[in-house]
């Protein structure tokens, strides 16, 4: 759920420009920093004491001036003219010994402190820049230099800074406060700029705010009083005209009488009279800033709002708050905060009016006798006895004299503080002699804050002021952009009329301020982009180049493209199909609630959206449109890999809420009203729409509840059985489908099975019941005329049909590959070179053959005229897929079987592929995929269809969990299939497929643990280690023996030996040898031959284990237990983890299906209704016959865009003006509007039923407490009279 809009773009409220950091310097910053260093040096200046003046008795070897600064602080003025020294009697004054020179303390400043990386701005400004025309130089530092947006409010703080002690919550509720008044205006904040006091504490929230911008913070301080200044001054030699390095400014315990600098203001200004630590010298030039800013933004002669906060503080606050009441803006004072802040309120509130001159004609205000000793007591206790006790109370009592525009807070107060800081700005206009404008610009703040209650509180309850229409739409505009769905009804409930406001200008404006973050901006921005790509191909000479291009305009045609998108191609715009009317701004709209429902639902805003609903003259059909459009919007979610959690729950949650508000007015109109009321709802043409009617929405939107329906259901059944009788059981209509002359005896809804187009397909012209007819008998040819023409008859057939079909692809597959003549002979050309192609075959691909057209007609019933478009539709349906695959390959099949003769002997050979077995191969494949195809039958039975909805979503599951499958099959294979053939040199594709076979039949349970001993030892025992650990045994045995010390003659002696096994082993290893011989190698020596595998180990093994064999080796007997120790990690792994996980994730399917078994068999049903009521009522392979006859035609209607599917069944209005028409469309609309009321009347008591409840709750909890108290204490009386007895 949307909460408004608070941050956008540039040049909306909320947004703030990033003030960055530079970390690299770059010629166009250099530049820019030239610029600015002349701009201030040329129109910024400082004051500087140039006449010193030595205070008497100081005799210090570097003495003080008047100025409170030492000799060796009077520098060289920048003029070149050295400053004079004069003598002590002389009189020192400002005007007569300081002067304006040029400005040496400016710029960029970082601060030493972890807390804030960000840098900030700074300004030096002589005191003289207070006044005008002075101060208006500063207008072009905010837009040019320092690049400040437009804000919407200015905030100015006031408050203690030494002697600051407020209480923490207090402190906590004005931070918030602050922030978020700050946030939701895009406010510009001004406070002293001191790291000390309220001003820290402004600087503290506003630094740790979570904020990808800043929001200007200015700090106006006093140059002479400010710590450390002497950094802020820039080297005089050469620093202008140049990239300089910020400045680093510490952040540290000052000096008494200084303050340090706030780290986290974005700017300050360093107000200076060529003094040092004289008090006070900034607050004329913060006075004069504040005027200069609401000036600047004046609108219409309105300037910009500005309210004064006090915090605490003493009688510079006071003097800061009567300053701004004078200039007619608002003051807002912390009651709690202590000290001026506690003493005005109290003063504020207990003062009383007086007739000063006993006419009535002039009032002042006045303090009771017993409040103003207590007045005197408090600022005695805060200030000092008699200190300023009479200038405080005077200003108390000027301050109280301005009622409506002071506000007092406190944390008690029920509202927040930025609440009460709107509120005072919109009390202070809430009077008939305020401007109109005035009230425009405070209700746009109202807008932009978000509080609605206010603005009916102070200026539509008063009514001291009229909106006129224009001034409404305005409003109106402002609210919706800002997603403000209170004021948008308040408006309305004021008086805009949203059908005068919503003109295509308008609307195009509110497209094109859609939420960027909104998936509805993207898609829209994606289209637009494309769209000036293109015309910048076409090389369009108006279309705009360079880096400053502007962001392209969305147009209404592109939203009206979105839109058929999203409604898969079977929706046409007004946008596109009235394009001219509707580039005229002033065009106006006969729907702008569906209009607004469905900017709001690509806004990704739902309260207006359900809004706006509430309104709508076809609610159940734009409440399906706007589940759709949030359910795109989440798929385009899931596409964007955005991973936005929040925002998907939030689309998913507005998808289902809107269908269950269709839902819901469905099931009013169910059962409040006679049938053909919402069977005329249902079929009734919707030009808003696209001429679509609520039942096409439904099939193309998929919304799988409202499908679900009853009504629907019903709709659907009058459908199914076309004008023979519902009751007609199903059995005997497929009886009567294969016997043509029985039909003529069934019942019928009708004379002659006449449907009036002005009327529903369930009553005739007297609007009677067409059940009260059952049994007249129209003619025999028109009875089966109706018969086979209904779509569940046309079910029948084709299932029968298919049936047969597959019978005979069994028999064509299956039977045997020998040219039979016998079938025809009387064909002289039967012999050798005939084809081995029979009457079963042909009577398949004549099937086959006839299913071409169907698919055919799928694509060009896709109501777009884009081909691609009509592809992407057809290929969204599975069924279509498989049907396209099923005819390509029985295409390929039974070419190959045509090119095989009868003397083609190639069909025997089983070394080589032949057409014939690619023939039976891709038979097979096609076999397999008709029977899939035949699954579609069944979903239409209440028990096998929402089962086939489980497969479908297992095989989905299966899909995904293969790839863990296969990551530790091949993991495991691999690597024991390395450890266990150490020897082998098999090709690796068969080495590969071994292992894997092997490893995937092992999840299956078949282990063979014997086996894998036999084959470990296979695969290590190869003739040449056998021999080669015979030759160590003897060379070890003899040569330790010392029998014979020449290796080479043991060698010889042992060759001899075994004379007859090196001889086989030749043998055997005769390929390996003509290969290196072939590759002029040397032969191998009887070390190097290698016998690949050996099957003679049980010669060696004489009946025992046959691991006995390796026993002495010990990579073998390691790799025998690493490959052990494998298959038990993997058994582990694969059968009980990844199986057990499989059947959680089925049963998890399964539940969830199973749960939704009714909506999914009444889903699946409506498709295959739809479907057959679009088929031909001649069955396949007849049905090629109406084809010849009448597809031709269809299919050029088609492609000029001028057939709409789903509509052969319900007459289609091709004529929106026609009368009856137009009559049922209102009477549509009417019952709509009634079902309305008496849904949004149910929620309601629904909503009352729930607060009655919980007010029972909380009183018999509140009972049940009382009586567990009551409990307690009787218990605790008993022990204790126990334990005193």
């Not at 005799?59 to 050295?82: R, W």
């Not at 002067?99 to 710029?107: P, S």
């Not at 777009?864 to 099923?886: C, E, H, P, R």
Request: proline share 4%; glycine share 6%.
């Amino acid at each position: 759920m949307s909460m408004g809009r608070d941050t956008g773009a540039a040049g909306t409220p909320g947004d703030y420009r990033t003030i960055p950091h530079e970390s690299t310097t770059t010629a166009s910053s250099i530049t820019d920093q030239r610029t600015f260093d002349e701009w201030v040096v040329k129109n910024i200046q400082v004051r500087e004491c140039y006449k010193f003046v030595k205070e008497k008795d100081d005799v210090d070897n570097d003495p003080i001036c008047h100025c409170k600064n030492k000799l060796s602080k009077h520098p060289k003025l920048s003029s070149g003219s050295d400053f004079m020294e004069m003598p002590e009697e002389s009189s020192w004054t400002q005007n007569d010994n300081t002067m304006l020179t040029k400005n040496n303390a400016f710029g960029k400043i970082t601060f030493d402190v972890e807390e804030c990386s960000e840098e900030a701005q700074y300004m030096r400004i002589a005191k003289d820049y207070s006044e005008k025309p002075r101060i208006e130089i500063l207008k072009s530092l905010f837009a040019d230099f320092w690049k400040l947006d437009e804000p919407d409010l200015l905030i100015s703080v006031s408050g203690g800074a030494k002697s600051f002690n407020v209480p923490q919550d207090i402190c906590a509720s004005f931070q918030q406060g602050l922030l978020n008044a700050a946030r939701s205006t895009r406010a510009w904040i001004i406070t002293g700029g001191q790291h000390c006091g309220v001003m820290k504490l402004v600087g503290g929230v506003i630094g740790q705010s979570i904020s990808t911008t800043r929001i200007p913070t200015i700090g106006v301080g006093n140059w002479g009083k400010t710590w450390k200044n002497n950094l802020l001054v820039h080297n005089r030699s050469g620093h202008y005209g140049g990239q300089r390095e910020a400045t680093t400014y510490p952040i540290e315990p000052p000096d008494k009488g200084y303050a340090t600098l706030d780290p986290n203001h974005t700017h300050h200004f360093l107000v200076d009279d060529g003094t040092t630590g004289t008090d006070g010298i900034e607050y004329e030039f913060r006075a004069a800033l504040e005027t200069l800013i609401c000036e600047k933004f004046m609108i219409q002669n309105v300037p910009l709002p500005m309210v004064c906060i006090m915090v605490e503080g003493g009688m510079r606050s006071l003097e800061i708050a009567i300053s701004t009441l004078r200039k007619g803006n608002t003051l807002v004072v912390l009651k709690g905060s202590g000290r001026a802040s506690d003493i005005l309120c109290y003063g504020f509130e207990n003062s009383i009016e007086i007739d000063s001159d006993g006419t009535g004609g002039r009032k002042e205000r006045k303090m009771p006798a017993e409040c103003d000793v207590e007045i005197k007591r408090l600022i005695e206790k805060d200030f000092g006895k008699y200190k300023i006790e009479k200038q405080m109370l005077d200003l108390i009592l000027e301050i109280s004299a301005y009622r409506d525009f002071v506000t007092i807070y406190s944390i008690q107060n029920p509202e927040p503080l930025d609440f009460y800081i709107l509120s005072s700005l919109m009390k202070s206009s809430a009077n008939a002699n305020v401007l109109a404008a005035t009230k425009m610009r405070q209700m746009r703040l109202a807008i932009t804050w978000g509080h609605a209650k206010i603005a009916r509180e102070f200026i539509f309850s008063q009514k001291l002021y009229k909106f006129s229409a224009y001034e409404l739409e305005q409003l109106m505009l402002f609210a919706i952009t800002k997603q403000r769905t209170e004021f948008v009804k308040l408006l309305m409930d004021y008086g805009c009329d949203l059908k005068q406001f919503l003109t295509a200008k308008n609307l195009k404006i509110l497209f094109n301020s859609l939420d960027p973050k909104s998936g509805g901006y993207r898609l829209l921005m994606e289209k637009a982009e494309r769209k000036l790509r293109k015309m910048k191909f076409d090389g369009n000479r108006n279309v705009e180049e360079g880096p400053g291009t502007r962001t392209p305009e969305i147009q209404l045609s592109e939203v009206g493209s979105l839109l058929a998108r999203i409604m898969q191609g079977s929706y046409t715009s007004i946008f596109n199909t009235h394009k001219k009317k509707y580039e005229n701004g002033a065009a106006t709209f006969d729907n702008p609630f569906d209009l607004m429902t469905v900017y709001c639902a690509l806004d990704n805003c739902q309260d207006m959206a359900l809004l706006f609903w509430k309104k709508s003259r076809t609610p159940m059909a734009t409440g399906i449109i706007a589940h759709r459009i949030y359910n795109y919007l989440d798929m385009m979610e899931s596409k964007w890999a955005r991973m936005d959690e929040e925002m998907t729950e939030q689309l998913e949650k507005a998808a289902s809420d809107f269908e269950s508000l269709s839902y819901g007015l469905m099931t009013m109109c169910y059962h409040n009203y006679e049938k053909k009321e919402w069977v005329n709802i249902l079929e009734v043409k919707m030009i808003d729409w696209g001429n679509l009617s609520l039942f096409e929405i439904g099939q193309i939107t998929g919304a799988k509840n409202f499908l679900s329906h009853a009504a629907y259901q019903s709709y659907l059944t009058d459908i199914w059985m076309g004008e023979v009788h519902p009751s007609t059981p199903f059995f005997l209509l497929a009886f009567c489908a294969v016997l043509p002359p029985l039909p003529i005896f069934l019942k019928y809804n009708s004379k002659f099975g006449k449907k009036n187009a002005d009327l529903n397909p369930r009553t005739d012209k007297s609007g009677t019941d067409k059940d009260d007819q059952v049994g007249k008998k129209p003619n025999p040819l028109r009875r089966l005329q109706l018969f086979y023409t209904s779509p569940a008859v046309k079910f029948i057939l084709n299932g029968i049909t298919y049936l047969i079909f597959l019978g005979l692809y069994i028999c064509s597959i299956l039977e045997g590959n020998e040219c039979n003549c016998e079938d025809h002979p009387s064909d002289e050309t039967c012999g050798p070179n005939t084809n081995m192609v029979g009457w079963k075959d042909y009577y398949l691909i004549i099937f086959v053959g006839s299913t071409i057209p169907i698919e055919i007609s799928q694509v060009i019933d896709g109501n777009t005229k884009s081909v691609l478009k009509k592809f992407k539709i057809y290929f969204k349906q599975m069924y279509n897929v498989v049907d396209l695959l099923a005819i390509i390959v029985f295409t390929i099949a039974f070419t190959l079987k045509l090119s095989v003769k009868c003397n083609d002997d190639e069909r025997y050979m089983i070394y080589k592929f032949s057409n014939y077995h690619y023939f039976r191969l891709f038979s097979s494949f096609c076999f397999i995929l008709y029977s899939l195809r035949f699954i579609q039958m069944f979903e239409m039975n209440a028990k096998i269809g929402p089962k086939i909805f489980m497969l479908k979503r297992m095989a989905v599951d299966l899909f995904f969990f293969l790839f863990l499958l296969a990551v530790f099959t091949f993991s495991y294979c691999v690597a024991s299939e390395a450890l266990l053939y150490p020897f082998h040199d098999r090709p690796v594709n068969e080495t590969i497929f071994t292992a894997f076979r092997r490893s995937y039949f092992n999840v299956f349970g078949d282990l063979d643990i014997e086996g894998l001993s036999n084959r470990f030892v296979t695969g290590h025992c190869n003739e040449k280690s056998f021999m080669y650990m015979e030759y160590h045994e003897f060379i070890m045995e003899n040569h330790l023996d010392g029998t014979i010390e020449n290796l080479t003659d043991l060698r010889t002696r042992w060759e001899e030996i075994n004379e007859e096994r090196l001889k086989k082993l030749e043998d055997n290893s005769s390929k390996s040898m003509e290969k290196r011989e072939s590759a002029n190698k040397d032969p191998p020596t009887f070390l190097e031959y290698t016998d690949d595998y050996c099957e003679r180990w049980p010669e060696h093994s004489d009946g025992n284990d046959p691991l006995d064999l390796l026993e002495d080796s010990p990579v073998a007997i390691t790799n025998y237990y690493i490959c052990f120790m494998l298959l038990c990690i993997y058994v582990l792994t694969v059968n009980i983890m990844l199986i057990n996980l499989l059947i959680a994730i089925f049963s998890n399917t399964y539940s969830d299906s199973k749960a939704k078994s009714g909506i999914i068999y009444k889903t699946q049903r409506a498709s295959v209704i739809v479907e057959f009521e679009e088929r031909p009522w001649l069955p396949n392979p007849l049905s090629l016959i109406y084809f010849a006859c009448v597809s031709p035609f269809k299919m050029l209607k088609s492609c000029c865009g001028k057939q709409r599917r789903y509509s052969s069944a319900r007459k289609d209005s091709r004529k929106a003006s026609d009368s009856n028409t137009a009559a049922r469309a209102r009477r549509a609309q009417l019952i709509e509007a009634e079902c309305m009321v008496l849904h949004l009347k149910k929620e309601t008591n629904k909503k009352d039923g729930l607060v009655i409840l919980e007010a029972q709750n909380k009183k018999i909890s509140s009972a049940v407490e009382k009586i567990v108290s009551e409990l307690k204490q009787i218990t605790l009386k008993q022990h204790k009279e126990t334990l005193w007895v």
